[in-house]
């Protein structure tokens, strides 16, 4: 049986681990992997087509553009009530996610130091890269709940391993075991959460199409739709750092290698958000309805509660990953919105924060090699000495702000006005309006936040005491390059995938029947 090209897509990063177990070099051929991963997923994109998605299902197509079956070609079957399959598929949604999973595994992979370098088992390092990038493609990729599930699991172990064995700082055991913990659990209130939804619609299999039409005909009360989805919200929100259960992320982001911290903050903290807009509200409408007073107030405790305690940060690294948590708050605001805009602004925010943060840990990590600490104290006009890394960084820095000719500005006005496109002057304000308006000052304090870094590691006079070092070098620039030029061209033309995103959705609402 000839694989097809998402099967290739998914499997590839696996084969390439299991070849450098077995004696293949770890970078080469992390590198030759990741860069047919991206050609695969680019060449998939383009002969999409997003009209054959049928409605709430996924497209599955061929390299060439041949439609396939309507849910993907069933890879392994394994009867049982419900029935478990592996098969992976494509909607609009989908596609982006793999090509942000595909653009960040190479920019990781060829950011990541040379064998020599690598104190350890080089062999494991690029193995438990590969496993992370291959992990996020087969959930974002799968059809199947079941594998949905499993591969981002297997995504979250060598994660843990990473950070343990080769992360930076004393305290990177114990921020292994603490994300471990904090993940774990999530996980289990998830897979609960998860359960009870097939149970209680009754499927017969864990096809998600299939259960979404299964949840629509089992017509369940909003009472039992709103205690599914709360274990749901917490599994994922955990996953994603949603406020209270956010204080895994900052230390897992400034301790972890940083090729896991590109891989982790930039892709795989999607999944919770994919679940959510995937699985969450799809199948239980009028649950996520009834908690969504209870979303609002957490995202704003993103936002704003989180945004402060980032402004407070006195290292580079802690300070990115408070604001990779706080950006969160944005793409929980257009889910919480219900309605198309918000929707898609969250998908496409997803795709500009996955792109701009694995930029940012991307340089962060690059400094942190040359100067061997991020404290804003120790640093200062560096610009002087490393002018490329400086002009870079800012436009880093204001690709994370919002500012607009990024994807992340085009994404944040669609999730802001997706806040008052329900306003009536009859009505007055609700509480979703009153979210946005807080939200609205997020983006003066990610200005404040991210301009004061800047400030403090690049502009001013030179510190003193630091170590004289090189510019970046081309095998760091240019994975920069590939992240900074698809956020300006995504940002100048957000079509490019707004185009995929909006008609997925739709199917998505109709299916459900939002």
């Known amino acids: 049986m000839t694989p097809t090209i998402l099967e290739i897509i998914v499997l590839l990063p696996l084969v390439a681990a299991l070849a450098i177990a077995i004696g293949a070099p770890a970078r080469i051929t992390s590198l030759i992997a990741s860069f047919l991963v991206l050609g695969a997923s680019l060449g998939t994109a383009l002969n999409f087509d997003r009209n054959a998605e049928g409605v709430g299902n996924f497209a599955f197509q061929y390299f060439a553009g041949e439609q396939g079956g309507g849910h993907g070609r069933t890879i392994l079957d394994i009867a049982g009530f419900p029935d478990i399959s592996l098969a992976f598929g494509l909607d609009g949604i989908s596609v982006v996610l793999m090509l942000l999973t595909a653009i960040v595994l190479l920019a990781a992979i060829w950011m990541s130091p040379r064998e020599d370098k690598i104190e350890g088992s080089s062999k494991l390092y690029y193995i438990c890269s590969l496993l992370i990038g291959g992990g996020a493609m087969g959930a974002f990729l799968s059809t199947d709940l079941f594998f949905l599930y499993a591969f981002h699991e297997l995504a979250l172990i060598p994660t843990f391993l990473m950070i343990g064995l080769f992360g930076n700082g004393a305290d990177r055991v114990r921020t292994a075991w603490k994300t471990t913990i904090y993940l774990g659990v999530g996980s289990i209130i998830l897979l609960v959460g998860l359960i009870a939804a097939v149970v209680n619609i009754g499927a017969e299999s864990f096809d998600i199409p299939s259960l979404i039409a299964a949840a629509k005909d089992a017509n369940l009360s909003g009472t039992v739709q709103m205690w599914i989805y709360l274990p749901l919200l917490i599994g994922f929100g955990i996953l994603v750092s949603l406020f209270p259960f956010h204080s895994w992320a900052p230390d897992a982001y400034a301790d972890a290698p940083t090729p896991v911290a590109m891989l982790h903050a930039g892709v795989l903290k ?49 300070m990115l990953g408070y604001s990779s948590v706080m950006h969160m708050g944005y793409v929980f605001l257009g889910i919480a919105s219900g309605t198309h805009i918000g929707l898609v602004g969250a998908v496409v925010l997803m795709f500009a924060h996955g792109l701009s943060v694995a930029l940012l840990f991307g340089l962060c990590g690059s400094l942190r090699e040359r100067y061997g600490s991020l404290e804003f104290d120790k640093l200062g006009g560096v610009a002087k000495v490393i002018p490329e890394a400086g002009l870079l960084f800012g436009f880093a820095a204001f690709a994370s702000i919002g500012l607009p000719g990024f994807t992340n500005f085009a994404a944040e006005v669609m999730v802001f006005f997706s806040g008052f496109q329900a306003y009536s002057a009859e009505t007055g304000f609700t509480p979703l309006q009153w979210t946005t308006v807080f939200a609205l000052w997020g983006v003066v304090i990610s200005a404040v936040y991210m301009l004061r870094a800047y400030r403090n590691v690049f502009k001013g006079d030179l510190a003193e005491g630091l170590p004289a070092v090189s510019d970046l070098r081309w095998n760091e620039k240019l994975p920069i390059f590939l992240l900074l030029g698809t956020l300006l061209v995504t940002g100048f033309i957000p079509e490019i995938l707004i185009k995929y995103v909006r008609p997925a959705l739709e199917g998505l609402m109709i299916a459900s029947g939002q």
Do not use: M, W
């Open 270 to 318: 999607k999944f919770g958000l994919y679940g959510l807009i995937r699985i969450g509200a799809p199948l239980f409408p009028e649950g996520a309805e009834s908690l969504s007073h209870i979303l609002l107030l957490l995202l704003a405790c993103n936002i704003i509660v989180l945004g402060l305690v980032t402004i407070a940060q006195k290292r580079l690294d802690k």
